[in-house]
């Protein structure tokens, strides 16, 4: 199959704080080089894009050594961390900016949604945009009236059509921009979180249309979101960035597990050291802890959960117990609960382990932690461990429906019905 998209050795670096290179002595140092045929001597310095900590130098690598191809036709979801260089990426993909090396092959034209109403100019009307986007791509007025009905249509804005878009809300700017994106015959489509805005059904209608777009046209889609479900449904590849690296490539199931594994929320403890180096007091060291799918894929809520612990007790001939509290990131406890490891004033000096599962369809999607409390009778804590381990439980499609519901957890009941 033939190449829509080639990334070559990619990389974006900025300088922070500034505009461009930042100063007439950077523009004539490198101008220097250039015609000396030396490499730029800022390219040799910069850090990662780590948002978090404080940096020493003032130039950082957005992106970094970037390589991959996509082949046309293909879905590909591109995920991580805030600040991970995806919205860089697609700017880069889009040329909207240039690599400061490498270099980037594309083949057919491209129609990229980076930010709501990418290309409209707020005092032309709507329908004026639809054909000013129409000529950007290249497309003749032929080609853009055709499509016109169908786009408006999509849009939902046929009533102010007419009107500039300046005056439109938030919503239908962005049903009106994925609308000429999305219809206008463009070899490739780049989608930066458009989902986040509009309702749900609009939501829906996107990714149904993104989905036909790829399945059914043979185009190529690239997909930003943090929405790991849309990224499920709509994309069979998927590209995982970090701090401007390229961590992983591939199917997109295997790119979200690896997501979760290298996201913020650390859903394992492994300690390999000495036990007395554990984490843990003079009574307990932990020596393992994790959740993980019980069908060993990414969490969501349709895989389940399974849980094990690990530790060792230094408390012998004691009633031992450990309990496990899951709380949710707004701190809402979903359970509490305990297990009796002894209960003959019998435990052990050594290595104990726990496992349970929680089961699928059972926790809603959402961010939660685990307190973990050992204790002697059920009274005394000996040690108590707070969001040792977090984890993400992705949402799941049911039927049409693809958005959040409420609550804690979302269980699934055997109702039985009698009807007229």
């Known amino acids: 199959m033939a190449l829509a998209l080639k990334a070559e050795n990619i990389s974006k ?14 523009d004539l140092n490198r101008f220097w080089h250039q015609i000396r045929g030396k490499e730029d001597p ?45 919205s860089t990426l697609l700017k880069l993909l889009s040329k909207v900016t240039k690599p400061t090396t490498g270099r980037i092959l594309t083949n057919g034209r491209i129609a990229s949604l980076l930010e709501v ?35 408006v249509d999509f849009s939902g804005v046929e ?17 009106l921009a994925f609308a000429v994106a999305a219809n206008l015959e463009s070899e490739i489509l780049i989608v930066d979180e458009v989902l986040a805005v509009g309702d749900a059904e609009f939501q829906k209608k996107c990714l149904g249309k993104m989905g036909d777009v790829s399945k059914g046209e043979g185009r190529t889609v690239l997909f930003v979101s943090h929405n790991m479900t849309a990224v499920k449904e709509l994309c069979s590849k998927g590209i995982l960035l970090n701090q401007g690296l390229l961590n992983y490539q591939g199917n997109v199931a295997d790119t979200i597990m690896e997501y979760q594994k290298n996201s913020q929320k650390q ?44 530790f060792y007790n230094f408390q012998e001939n004691i009633n031992l117990d450990t309990t496990f509290e899951l709380r949710t990131y707004e ?28 089961p ?61």
């Open 360 to 420: 699928k369809n059972l926790l809603n999607a959402g961010n939660y932690y685990f307190k973990l409390i050992f204790g002697k009778d059920q009274k005394v804590a000996l040690f108590t461990a707070n969001e040792i381990v977090g984890f993400e439980v992705e949402n799941v499609k049911i039927g049409s429906n693809m958005s959040l519901l409420p609550g804690v957890i979302r269980p699934i009941f055997d109702y039985k019905l009698q009807t007229p």
């Open 331 to 358: 701190e809402s406890v979903v359970f509490h609960t305990g297990v009796l490891l002894s209960t003959k004033n019998d435990s052990k000096k050594g290595e104990y382990t726990v496992e349970f599962e929680i």
């Open 42 to 86: 800022y390219l040799k310095i910069g850090e990662s894009n780590d948002r978090t900590q404080k940096g020493e130098s003032e130039y950082v690598w957005s992106l970094r050594d970037i390589n991959f191809e996509i082949e046309q036709g293909d879905a590909v979801g591109i995920i991580g961390r805030n600040g991970a260089g995806k």
């Open 267 to 310: 859903s394992s403890y492994l300690h390999t050291g000495s036990v007395d180096s554990a984490l843990g007091n003079e009574n307990i060291r932990i020596l393992e802890f994790s959740v993980k799918a019980l069908n060993d894929g990414f969490l969501d809520i349709d895989s389940g959960v399974k849980v094990k612990l690990r």
């Open 117 to 151: 109403g990418t290309g409209f100019h707020p005092e032309m009307t709507g329908r004026e945009n639809v054909f000013l986007n129409g000529a950007i791509l290249g497309m003749t007025r032929k080609e853009i009236t055709r499509k016109f009905d169908e786009i």
């Open 159 to 175: 009533r102010y059509i007419d009107t500039p878009v300046k005056r439109y809300s938030s919503g239908m700017y962005v049903r």
């Open 13 to 26: 670096q900025y300088r922070l704080g500034q505009v461009g290179t930042g100063s007439l002595t950077h």
